[in-house]
């Protein structure tokens, strides 16, 4: 299979990406797979390092207010549709898929040019706008959440699939716990809430764990918190200035990434983060209660609808951005951790959402359409 994938941006639009090559790959390894991206995003790093091919071009989303700027920057993306056009017709594909995010614009269109067959994938619970135009002219439509396929509402080619992750639930055995919870050099005995604000960290979300910690509000609770490698030595500085020494913290482990994941995702008690709809898929998946802090957004506030939606089914509590502070979120987490019943609770209703083998779904998707055409 000859495929061209556009993600770009955030690990929530290029890991999905990366995922779907990934199964592609497992099915026919002489695929061959290109990605679409641009010179800004994560996908500069994460695409090489899963060893695909990058083609950069320019390409950038629409603001609200009109400007110079943005006249400018829709030229140079209208422009690379016809950068995409060409590659298109010396690669023929047989699929372009897309994962959202303004990079598809140039890509579908030019792939629509050249009827190529196209699929998309929609992580979030409300769809983007990339998505939303491009949605009647696609193949199929993979959709992270219901909530999505509803707001697709008269069209017949959205599917229902999950969003794909690398992280799973994993039963821990006594082994395997007690040798996480010593190299991570914290109390076994006090509920574990795990702290991160996504790959670059979050500075409101640290900020208010700086003001617990100075306060030694966390008596009763752990925290394993990843404060995001250009954030560490702002926070090492800030915890010096009250005599704190970062490495030598009680009932808190602090570290600038967390590389294992998928383990202290499945050892915690209470997860506390921003609300992408990766890190919602994973939540679901391992069955946590969580607190979401959305990450604002001048336009549309994807991660404020993907965090509703597990707040109402009784799954997490939402702090907005704007209202987060260490008092308050201390009084959230002290009084959830303090029912672990109840957390426990919250983390089966997370799981009502979670979708498993959801790559294996959208590979035989993509196949069967592929194989209806060849026809």
């Not at 990079?103 to 929609?122: D, K, M, Q, W, Y």
Request: charged share 25%.
């Amino acid at each position: 299979m000859r495929v061209i994938i556009s993600a770009a941006g955030t690990g929530g639009h290029i890991n999905p990406g990366i995922a779907i090559a990934n199964k592609i790959k497992e099915h026919e390894p002489d695929s061959e797979i290109v990605f679409f991206g641009t010179d800004r995003g994560l996908e500069n790093d994460l695409v090489p390092r899963a060893g695909y091919e990058l083609k950069k071009i320019e390409a950038y989303g629409i603001q609200p207010k009109p400007s110079f700027s943005n006249i400018k920057n829709l030229i140079k993306t209208m422009h690379s549709r016809k950068v995409v056009k060409k590659f298109i017709d010396e690669f023929k594909p047989d699929v372009v898929i897309g994962t959202g995010g303004y990079i598809c614009g140039p890509v579908f269109a030019a792939a629509n040019a050249r009827h190529v067959p196209s699929f998309l994938h929609e992580s979030n619970a409300f769809p983007g706008r990339a998505v939303k135009v491009f949605a009647r002219k696609a193949e199929k439509v993979f959709v992270g959440f219901k909530e999505a396929k509803d707001c697709l509402s008269g069209l017949n080619n959205v599917v229902v699939t999950g969003t794909p992750t690398k992280i799973k639930k994993i039963n821990l055995s006594e082994n395997q716990r007690n040798s996480i919870i010593e190299e991570l050099n914290i109390n076994n005995d006090l509920p574990m809430v795990l702290i991160f604000g996504g790959s670059q960290g979050a500075q409101k979300i640290n900020e208010a764990v700086v003001d617990i910690i100075k306060n030694s509000k966390n008596e009763k609770y752990q925290i394993v918190w990843a404060t995001g490698p250009k954030q560490f030595d702002i926070i090492k500085k800030s915890l010096s200035s009250y005599g704190i020494d970062i490495e030598n913290v009680k009932n808190a482990k602090i570290m600038p990434y967390i590389y294992n994941m998928e383990d202290l995702i499945n050892l915690c008690d209470l997860v506390v983060c921003r609300s992408g709809a990766m890190t919602i898929t994973e939540i679901a998946i391992v069955e946590k209660p969580a607190i979401f802090i959305p990450l604002p957004s001048v336009g549309a506030n994807r991660q404020e609808d993907n965090a509703r939606v597990l707040e109402k089914m009784g799954a997490a509590k939402v702090i907005l951005n704007s209202d987060i502070n260490g008092e308050i979120l201390d009084n959230y987490i002290s009084e959830m951790v303090s029912d672990k019943n109840n957390l426990i609770a919250m983390g089966k209703k997370a799981s009502s959402i979670a979708m498993y083998d959801v790559e294996e779904k959208i590979y035989n998707e993509i196949k069967s359409v592929i194989n209806t055409k060849r026809k």
